[in-house]
């Protein structure tokens, strides 16, 4: 396996415009010629497919859902970052490249980082054109609002719901085209196995949910949008039907993966209220620009919140980090909390929470200027918990949330299997061990708006692609292979529900491969995920059958490839030998229980080839090595 | 924490063409705590260890936000709470030993998948006919070169809220689209951006409501009394207004 980045030369600042001006065109009637399959309608997939369609490529999008319009990232809330400086602050390009790739703890590639910070502007322009109401000053203008790891105010936002409103504006442009009749849209439809001819992607094969059917698309070139793989814990924030099916497959027909290990694990959720629970709550990170988390100091403290005297709470982020306060990086404020729950401090029923607290902020701004600013994060919270946080403190506990690994791409956000493009959350690209808040938004649409339209372009006139009919063997042998896998998972017919086995997964990755890792709990999690893979195999129990509508079976399948990816996930953090942005290795710590980079052996981005599950995961570590030619290698310090 | 006992009556339907009718299934041990989708699953767990058919039903954030739930729950859309959406609704809004009765959102525009999932491609086909802002990628402005009233955003916001989930459409007797097409017209109509295209779209939109198959607006108000995000019938009004505007 060859992975070669292809970063191009010169000035950080010019590699992007210098390898636009390099990359080949096609004529207008060339493109109308060429299929591209967009997986994914989420902010990268509707965009891309919006933008080919513009640019004249004929596209054929997918998605499991019913819309388009309900992808994931619909329930994105906080904001979005670009370097506009439209609050005069010092903010610039540069900036947000540096807090990005600083954010991120040095595990992403300069080149890539720059080009987010720098498209990052023409995402609000575009925006904005297309209706997106953004949150306004009284002149008019565009307000921002801050957001952790960063001392500007860089962050467009529409209330609590920017994801919402971005991915509509998206999906609308993508309709726009569906109207043009240069894309086609497929709903429920799920992406089952990438198919390959002479080593190059050249069509998928789904599942139309509804009738159960399976099926053939050819293409000059694949585009996955299909989002992050956070639900591997069973509980986390995403979205219910976010998986990792389509990524898994494309890593077993040859693709590499990327930094498995690297899992956000958002510091600001609604806690675990019992075993039924099916999915975390995020409260919007920008809570902390005006909340103050807290625990009691004493162990044994039994009085309400409200009652506790400003000397007996420990205000711990304020007091271990005084320049950002509760603002630092997601990573360093989700291990805080664990680390005062596991010292006996933690609130609540389980003691697995901590507070979040906006009666200072009341105190100061009035309760009106508070409500105008949070007040729908404030009803979901009391919808689900009961508590009102206008009078008395949030309970908040970190929970899974984003999944800064995926499918290995070089700088034109190709994988290794050529023609197979890799964009938003599914890929690996930008946000190296950490991501800071706002910028998945900003890096799934620059994908899709900005980048991925080009660089397939330029695939597709340099390469030859002679016409494949779906009639080929290689068609044939993976529609063969997913059927398979259905039928095998259809036959067990054993005792416990898929819905126990993907707890039972989860409870395995959060205790061990979740917000702080080490040598032994990584070795026991990859024996006890082994073991309930073949438990799994052998006692799944898939309720009725694959011809129809069957939400159960669709499960089934993502479960079956958890089981997978888990251990690739195990095995990579326990190959990293450091301590470096989400990844907490107990072994690896500073005295003050800060993360412990290792530049030395560890600058490296981890790329997994795989060859095969036979009771193990048997798979081969490719390391790229980053090199930092532009900014200087530093401990991260948020104190 | 006290649990209780739900009787639920749930619709039954293997597809479109077959008839559905209603099972009844008691369901013990149910916590307060539980979202409502949850206790659908914990049936769905039941059921699926005695051998028989789980009930299909639509969901992705469970959080309000992406409109895929849609069940009505008692006879009304999304269920007893105001502004709510089916899967934010928790069983603390109910009592030990209630019975709850759960159909899907039923319109001929809507067809039935299986049991309480239908087909909602009507909306987007709504859309695809004028929903959207013709601007090519690369081809904005700067962004504060548009400046919008703090008090116009705001309203566009309101409207642009909506989730699409079509409770709108399964609480109106004569099943109409008027909500939801209103809101996306009123967002983008009150828009400087999207002057250009309001008569085109305006038009397009509400003629492509009719060819659906959605019944007309009798102002009912149903459809705000169930909205999850609560869209505001005065969209309706400003989608006629435009469309008259538009015709002549
Ligand atoms: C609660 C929450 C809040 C967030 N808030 C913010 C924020 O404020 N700012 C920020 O920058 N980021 C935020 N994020 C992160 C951000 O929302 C996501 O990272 C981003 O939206 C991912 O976009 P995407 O296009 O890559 O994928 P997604 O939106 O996950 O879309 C994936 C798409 O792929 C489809 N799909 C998946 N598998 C298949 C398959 N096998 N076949 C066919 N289709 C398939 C799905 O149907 C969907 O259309 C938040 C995330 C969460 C969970
Ligand atoms: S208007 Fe309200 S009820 Fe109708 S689709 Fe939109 S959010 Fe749902
Ligand atoms: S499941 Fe998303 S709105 Fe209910």
Redesign the interface.
């Known amino acids: 396996m060859k992975l070669d980045p292809k970063i191009p030369s010169g000035p950080l600042a010019e590699k992007w415009t210098k390898h636009r001006n390099d990359i080949h065109l096609l004529s207008p009637n060339n493109k109308r010629k060429h299929k591209v399959i967009v997986v994914g309608t989420g902010l990268a997939g509707a965009?891309a497919a919006?933008?080919l369609s513009?640019l004249g490529y004929s596209v054929e999008v997918f998605s499991i859902?019913?819309?388009?319009?309900?992808a994931?990232s619909?329930?994105a809330q906080g904001g979005i970052n670009a370097a506009?400086n439209?609050q005069n602050d010092g903010d610039s390009v540069w900036r947000l490249f540096y807090d990005t790739i600083k954010g991120g703890d040095y595990r992403s590639r300069e080149a890539n980082v720059y080009r987010l910070a720098e498209v990052s502007n023409?995402i609000?322009?575009?925006?904005?054109?297309?209706?997106v109401?953004?949150?306004?000053?009284?002149?008019?203008?565009?307000d921002n609002r801050s957001f952790g790891g960063a001392q500007v105010s860089r962050t467009f936002y529409?209330?609590g719901?920017t994801g919402?409103?971005l991915l509509?504006g998206a999906?609308?442009?993508m309709?726009?085209e569906?109207?043009s009749g240069r894309v086609k849209?497929y709903?429920r439809h799920e992406m089952l196995d990438l198919v390959l001819v002479d080593g190059k992607a050249r069509g998928i094969i789904t599942r139309d949910l509804?009738k159960g059917t399976v099926h053939r698309f050819e293409a000059d070139a694949v585009i996955l949008c299909t989002g992050g793989y956070g639900n591997v814990f069973y509980l986390s924030t995403n979205?219910?039907?976010s998986n990792a099916t389509a990524a898994w497959r494309c890593h077993k027909r040859g693709a590499a993966f990327a930094n498995p290990c690297f899992v956000q694990i958002h510091p600001t959720c609604i806690p675990v209220?019992?075993d039924?629970?099916?999915?975390l709550?995020l409260m919007s990170e920008s809570l902390r620009n005006d909340g103050r988390v807290w625990v009691p100091r004493n162990k044994d403290e039994k009085r309400h919140p409200n009652d506790i005297p400003e000397e007996d709470r420990y205000y711990y982020l304020e007091e271990k980090y005084p320049s950002f306060g509760n603002l630092v990086p997601r990573d360093v404020a989700s291990r805080s909390a664990k680390m005062v729950c596991d010292e006996g401090l933690g609130v609540g029923d389980t003691g697995l929470a901590v507070y979040l607290d906006f009666r200072d902020a009341i105190k100061r701004d009035s309760k009106e200027v508070i409500e105008a600013k949070y007040g729908n994060l404030f009803d979901?919270y009391q919808?689900?918990t009961?508590d009102n946080p206008y009078e008395m403190p949030m309970r908040i506990f970190p929970a899974v949330h984003y999944t800064m690994g995926g499918l290995w791409v070089d700088y034109n956000l190709m994988s290794n299997i050529p023609g197979l493009f890799v964009a938003g959350e599914a890929n690996f690209s930008d946000h190296g061990a950490n991501r800071l808040g706002a910028s998945a938004l900003m890096q799934g649409l620059s994908d899709g708006?900005?980048i991925v339209?080009y660089t397939v372009g330029n695939y597709i006139a340099d390469v030859d692609l002679p016409k494949v009919s779906t009639e080929h063997e290689a068609f044939a042998e993976a529609e063969d292979s997913s059927k398979k896998i259905m039928d095998k998972l259809l036959a067990v017919k054993g005792?416990k529900?898929v819905?126990?086995f993907h707890r039972e997964l989860g409870k395995i990755m959060w205790d061990k491969v979740g917000i702080s890792r080490s040598k032994e709990g990584l070795e026991s999690a990859i024996k006890e995920i082994r073991a309930l893979r073949d438990e799994f195999w052998e006692n799944v129990?898939v309720?009725?059958d694959a011809n129809?509508?069957?939400?159960?079976l669709e499960f089934a399948y993502r479960v079956a490839d958890y089981f997978e990816l888990a251990e690739l996930m195990a095995i990579d953090a326990l190959d990293r030998g450091e301590s470096c942005g989400c990844h907490l290795r107990d072994e690896y710590q500073t005295e003050e229980g800060e993360a412990l980079r290792n530049d030395k052996e560890y600058a490296f981005v981890s790329a997994y080839e795989f060859l095969g599950v036979n009771g193990k995961l048997e798979t081969k570590l490719h390391k790229e090595q980053l090199e930092f030619e532009f900014v200087e290698l530093k401990q991260r310090s948020y104190k | 924490m006290s649990l209780m006992t739900i009787n639920l009556k749930v619709w039954r339907q293997?597809?479109a063409e077959t008839p559905g009718k209603f099972e009844d299934y008691k369901l013990d041990g149910v916590?307060e705590?539980?979202?409502f989708?949850?206790?659908l699953?914990?049936l769905?767990?039941n059921?699926?260890?005695e051998?028989?058919?789980?009930v299909?039903f639509?969901?992705?954030?469970?959080?309000?936000?992406?409109?895929?739930c849609n069940m009505v729950i008692n006879g009304r859309a999304h269920g007893p709470k105001h502004k709510?959406a089916a899967c934010?609704l928790?069983m603390?809004t109910y009592n030990d030993g209630d019975t709850i009765v759960i159909e899907p959102p039923r319109a001929a525009a809507f067809p039935i998948?299986?049991d309480l999932?239908v087909?909602?491609?009507a909306?987007?086909r709504i859309?695809?006919?004028g929903?959207?802002?013709?601007?090519?990628?690369?081809?904005?402005?700067?962004?504060?070169l548009?400046?919008?009233?703090?008090d116009t955003?705001?309203e566009?916001?309101d409207y642009?809220?909506c989730?699409?989930c079509g409770g709108c459409v399964a609480a109106c007797p004569n099943s109409s689209a008027a909500l939801f097409t209103g809101a996306k017209i009123a967002?983008?109509n009150s828009?400087p951006?999207?002057q250009p295209e309001r008569d085109k779209r305006t038009v397009a939109m509400v003629d492509q409501m009719a060819k659906e198959g959605f019944g007309d607006c009798s102002n009912y108000a149903e459809c705000e009394a169930v909205c999850p995000v609560g869209i505001s019938i005065s969209s309706i009004a400003a989608m006629r207004r435009d469309y008259i505007k538009a015709i002549f």
């Open positions: 965009s919006a933008s513009e859902l019913d819309s388009p319009r309900r994931h619909i329930a506009k439209y023409y609000i322009d575009q925006a904005v054109a297309q209706g109401p953004f949150g306004r000053e009284y002149g008019g203008l565009l529409s209330r719901q919402q409103q509509l999906y609308q442009a309709m726009k569906v109207h849209m709903n509804v979205a219910k039907n209220s019992g039924y629970q099916s999915k709550t979901m919808n689900i009961d708006y900005f339209p005792n529900t819905i126990e129990n309720p009725g129809y509508y069957n939400k159960y | 293997k597809n916590s705590h539980m979202s989708l949850e206790m699953d914990v769905n767990e059921l699926i260890k051998g028989k058919d789980p299909e639509d969901y992705d954030c469970r959080e309000g936000i992406c409109g895929s709510t934010q928790h603390r998948i299986k999932v087909d909602r491609s909306f987007d859309i695809e006919a929903g959207y802002i013709s601007v090519k990628t690369g081809a904005a402005p700067e962004a504060n548009i400046p919008v009233p703090q955003s705001n566009a916001f642009a809220t989730i699409g967002h983008l828009l951006q999207g």
